[in-house]
Nanobody, 121 residues
Framework: QVQLVESGGGLVQAGGSLRLSCAASGKIFSINAMGWYRQAPGKQRELVAGITSGGSTKYADSVKGRFTIARDNAKNTVYLQMNSLKPEDTAVYYC???????????????WGRGTQVTVSS
């Protein structure tokens, strides 16, 4: 079974930094895009940042210049470096990966269970 496990969340003061990690494990043959989403209480889940297998990135306007997404293809891991954090960044952060398992022949989107990020003012 494929698993995506996030880590690195926590409580930080405004202006601080956190680095999230998400490792994909299982019988993975190939991974296309990976990404980070977040969901604040009472709000819909929204894209934070995404990265293709080739390293192309995209960001939500609200995090441009503050957050950086990166991936280590050898480790099937995606990272989110979050700097200059604001209280409005408080949310549960989820990673996802568009991947193919061995003998599958198709790509499917998998999600992690999320990690809480809380930014105090």
């Amino acid at each position: 079974q494929v698993q995506l496990v996030e880590s690195g969340g926590g409580l930080v003061q405004a202006g601080g930094s956190l680095r999230l990690s998400c490792a994909a494990s299982g019988k993975i043959f190939s991974i296309n895009a990976m990404g980070w989403y977040r969901q604040a209480p009472g709000k819909q889940r929204e894209l934070v940042a995404g990265i293709t297998s080739g390293g192309s990135t995209k960001y939500a306007d609200s995090v441009k210049g503050r957050f950086t997404i990166a991936r280590d293809n050898a480790k099937n891991t995606v990272y989110l470096q979050m700097n200059s954090l604001k209280p409005e960044d408080t949310a549960v952060y989820y990673c996802n990966a568009d991947l193919m398992q061995y003998y599958s022949g198709s790509y499917y989107l998998y999600w992690g269970r999320g990690t809480q990020v809380t930014v105090s003012s």
